[in-house]
Each structure stands twice: as C-alpha cells, then as structure tokens.
C-alpha cells in the first residue's frame, strides 16, 4: 500500500493512529493535514527536508516522530500542537531550534539527539511537564542554567556534546533518574549534584575528569556509575557508601590503588579496573559476593589473591596483560566462571585444579611462557574458546580431544612438531589456528574437519 493509500484509508476509517515510516518520502503528502484525529504519526526513516505547516492543525496529535530525516528547520507553527506529549526530532540536521516551541506545555518526551545544534533556547524550561529530554550528539558548548526549572525531568541526556562545564543549577531537578554527560570536554563535576539523590545511573565516561567529588557519596539510589576515559587517580573512600550500586566502570583512568572500603559496595556485580596502574588487589574485594564480572587486565599486578576464591557467582575474570607469574589454585572454587582471560602475563604453569571450572566456555592462555598444558583441563567439556597461542608448547594432551564444544583453538606461535590425531575428534571446531609452529605434517583425519 502507497502512502498516498494509507492516507485515504486513515481517513475513511478516522484512524487515530498512522504509520508512515521507512516509505523514502521526500515531501508530506497536503491530504495529511486532514486528518485531524490523528493521535500518533510516525514518519521516522525518510528523506524529508521540510515540515509542512499545515501539520499544526493536526491538534488532537499526541505523538509525532520524525526521526532520521533531513530537516533543516522546524516550523513554530508545530507550537499550535498543544496536546503533543512525545516528539522525536533526532537524527536531523537541525541547527536550531525554535522558542515557540516552549508552548507544548504537554510535552513529556524531546528527542533533539544527534542534530547540529549549537544552543538551546532558554525558553523550553517552560515545559515543565517534560520527563524525558535527550540532546545527545549535538554541538552545544553550554546550558542554560533556566533547565533547571525542568523539575518534572527523570533522564536527561547531554552526551555527546561539547560541554566543558555543568551548570549548578541543575542540581534543582531532584526528580532525575538517569544524566548522561559522556563524551564531552568536562574538567569537574559540581558538588551540588550530590542533591540528585533519585538518580540510578550516571554516565561520565569520556570526559577530563582528574577527580571525584566525595559529596557523590550522597546519590545512594545510584546503581551505575561509568567514569571510563578519564584522568582519574584516586576514587574517593565515600563512595563505599552506594551501596546499592551494581555496576562501576573505572577503566582507562590512572588508578594506582583501589580503597579497600569499596568492598562495602556488596551489590556490585560488574567491576571494571582495566588499564590502570594498580600493582595490587585488596583482599578485601572477596567481600563483594554479588559480583558477576570482574575486569582487572592491562595491569602491573603480580599476584592475585588467594581470598578472590570467594566471589563464587564471578562468571567473568580477566586478569589478561598482567604480569602474573602463577594463578591461586584457589581460583577453582570460581565454579560458576564462564570466561577466563590469563592472556600477555608470563605464567610458565597451569594448577591442575582449574580444571574443576567445567562451566568455562572461553579460556585464554596466549602469551604466556607456557611449556605443557595440564591433561586435566580435558574436563573443561563446555569449552567453546581455548587460546593458546604464543607460548613455548611443544607437544598438545590427547585428551583435549574431549573437549568436543570446542569451536575455536588457538596454538599458532607455539614449538609444535606435531598435531594428535585425536583431535579428529572435535566435531564441532570450526577454527583451527596452527601457523608459526615447527609442524612437517597434518594429520588426515584433522584436514576433514
């Protein structure tokens, strides 16, 4: 069915509802605008460059979505859509935006994200019935101290944008639940913010950041905080106070030492730490029985401890680019560990005792200074991932052959004279990587897989 047709048909029928979207329209069809009990229209996903004003007599309309199309400008005759509550603009190349548009005082959602906007209108803090305002992906260098008015506000998003600082004021909208500040060009965090005692999730990720307010402690409703990509070199001990928190993304900063106050943090299931420059681990993290997944890789540690045996529902460890010389036989009471990376450390042995992870899917030992490869690990049977490559191997366990989920092994890189033919037995492989070993022959049965 045209367009055209579906409009003829929403008409006959007083449709309140018309779905247009993905139909390549360069232009709104005039007959649109009689159809005037439209409630949602939905034009996402074409190529229109202008928005008719004859679309402002559509006023029983309550959501309008106009998403990933061209527009240059929105008219202010929009501004008569007085029962609007949801619009979405973003994925256009607005570059401004009109002040009348402060007269939809219905408005619940504004979606502005991914335009070319370089200022927002003061005037859009008369939308006090606004929940949900994203301008993410813009070019806004400010904004107005006025959107604190914004009280009724739950997400704010202001990623991707050129923010250098955040306006105290904001620190008024006590209702907010999610604030997305990342990729911008932030120095500092306001220590009003600490009055955002609703908030759920932070995003800082991708900023300047050199340090943390300890007030932060004061958003215990918090459950993710993600500081990637900054220039951290210490995190406050306060903020072993949110303690409802359950995901804390640190990666990529200057860290040289983890508080041992954030094992108080006992909701936490996702802890990210890689690439810093932590030498060590505090045992006191054992206390963190929630956790999940547990990033500690690009590294200068040279021990783990013993006492992580303890996070019993860890399912991921990376402790890859390290420079660990053993692993705790401890590590195999992590029965529930699916994916375990050791990669770029210089471990010359493997405790046997791993092999008691049989719930490990992905297990990476390359380069290591591996010489021999426990028989045991042949009871990893749900192994889909076994990377063993760059080591000093020179001979591979028949028994591997009993790790028949396997899908993918690496041994390339290794001192390998010869391959068992055993490994016939791994049906289910589907990459077999080989090269820059000391090999003259493969066996046949192996070239059938």
Do not use: F, W
Not at 277 to 301: H, K, R, V
């Amino acid at each position: 069915m045209t367009p055209d047709d579906r409009i003829e048909a929403a008409r006959r029928k007083q449709s309140k509802s018309l779905n247009l979207s993905g139909n390549q329209l360069t232009a709104i069809p005039e007959a649109l605008a009689q159809l005037t009990n439209l409630k949602y229209l939905d034009l996402h996903d074409n190529q229109l460059t202008a928005i008719p004003e004859a679309l402002a007599q559509l006023t029983n309309l309550q959501s309008l979505d106009l998403r990933g199309n061209q527009l240059t400008a929105v008219p202010e005759a929009l501004a008569q859509l007085t029962n609007l509550q949801y619009l979405h603009l973003g994925g256009n190349q607005l570059t401004a935006i009109p002040e009348a548009l402060a007269q939809l005082a219905n408005l619940q959602s504004l979606n502005l994200s991914n335009n070319q906007l370089t200022a927002i209108p003061e005037a859009l803090a008369q939308l006090t019935s606004l929940q949900t305002l994203d301008l993410g992906g813009n070019q806004l260098t400010a904004i107005p101290e006025a959107l604190a008015q914004l009280t009724s506000l739950q997400t704010l998003d202001l990623g991707g944008n050129q923010l250098t600082a955040i306006p105290e004021a904001l620190a008024q909208l006590t209702n907010l639940q999610s604030l997305d500040l990342r990729y911008n060009q932030l120095t500092a965090i306001p220590e009003a913010l600490a009055q955002l005692t609703n908030l759920q999730s932070l995003d800082l990720r991708y900023n300047q950041l050199t340090a943390i307010p300890e007030a932060l402690a004061q958003l215990t409703n918090l459950q993710s905080l993600d500081l990637r990509y900054n220039q951290l070199t210490a995190i406050p001990e306060a903020l072993a106070q949110l303690t409802n928190l359950q995901s804390l993304d640190l990666r990529y900063n200057q860290l040289t030492a983890i508080p041992e106050a954030l094992a108080q943090l006992t909701n936490l299931q996702s802890l990210d730490l890689r690439y810093n420059q932590l030498t060590a681990i505090p045992e006191a993290l054992a206390q963190l029985t929630n956790l999940q997944s547990l990033d500690l890789s690009g590294n200068q540690l040279t021990a783990i401890p013993e006492a992580l045996a303890q996070l019993t529902n860890l399912q991921s460890l990376n402790l890859d680019h390290n420079q660990l010389t053993a692993i705790p036989e401890a590590l195999a009471q992590l029965t529930n560990l699916q994916r375990l990376d050791l990669d770029g450390n210089q471990l010359t042995v493997i405790p046997e005792e791993l092999a008691q992870l049989t719930n490990l899917q992905r297990l990476n030992l390359s380069l290591n200074k591996l010489t021999a490869i426990p028989k045991a690990l042949a009871q990893l049977t749900n192994l889909q991932y076994l990377h063993l490559d760059g080591n000093q191997l020179t001979a591979i366990p028949e028994a591997l052959a009993q790790l028949t989920n396997l899908q993918y092994l690496y041994l390339s890189g290794n001192q390998l004279k010869a391959i068992p033919e055993a490994l016939a037995q791994l049906t289910n492989l589907q990459h077999l990587y080989l090269g820059g070993n000391q090999l003259t022959a493969i066996p046949e049965a192996l070239a059938q897989l």
